[in-house]
């Protein structure tokens, strides 16, 4: 009995067949899109983007002032990259037609240096803000890279005839950033 049964076995699991393994391709793709942001920050992480220069004083008249903002800019780039700098206009009075013409007589300038922990920028030193792109800074390929701007008002008195009215006076313009593949 036990030689019908193991005979039954064999003949019944000998007709079976034994599963084949199978495959299946699938392509994996990863697509690298150009990576290239810049945001003003107001230097603590923040996103108040005003900057003043605040002349209040007989020294400050005299020998200019200078605001510096730490980590002021944020930009990513996935290639080299620039940053360019470039106002609206002139300085307008907000209260009058008075303005304070951009350039080396009368103007604005800025300096970019590397921000906390991030290296190898390159500075293009003092520019004059105009209305006109400037290269500000430069760097290599960099995720949430930061850049601190000083902001240079001229001294030497250069804004003295510029007060207009009691309770102070105050020009403004807009600065446009640009971040672009170097």
């Known amino acids: 009995m036990k030689k019908i049964l193991i005979l039954a076995a064999v003949s019944v699991f000998g007709f079976i067949s034994v599963a084949q393994a199978q495959t299946a391709n699938a392509t994996l793709n990863v697509v690298l899109e150009p990576l290239l942001s810049i945001a003003v920050q107001n230097g603590n992480g923040g996103s108040a983007t005003d900057v003043k220069l605040v002349y209040d004083s007989r020294q400050k008249y005299n020998d200019g002032v200078t605001e510096n903002i730490v980590d002021h800019l944020k930009v990513s780039s996935a290639h080299a990259y620039q940053v360019k700098v470039k106002a609206l206009g002139d300085l307008q009075n907000v ?27 390159t500075s293009a030193g003092n520019v004059s803000l ?53």
Do not use: C, H, M, W
């Open 130 to 182: 105009s209305t006109s792109e400037q290269t500000l800074i430069s760097g290599p390929a960099v995720f949430d890279g930061l850049i601190n701007v000083a902001y240079r008002g001229k001294g030497r008195n250069a804004y003295l005839t510029k007060f207009k009215q009691d309770g102070g006076t105050t020009y403004t313009t807009t600065l446009t950033y640009t971040i672009t593949v170097n």
């Open 95 to 121: 209260s009058s037609s008075d303005v304070i013409a951009l350039g080396a007589t009368e103007g604005i300038s800025l300096k970019a240096t590397a921000g906390t922990g991030t290296t190898r920028l």
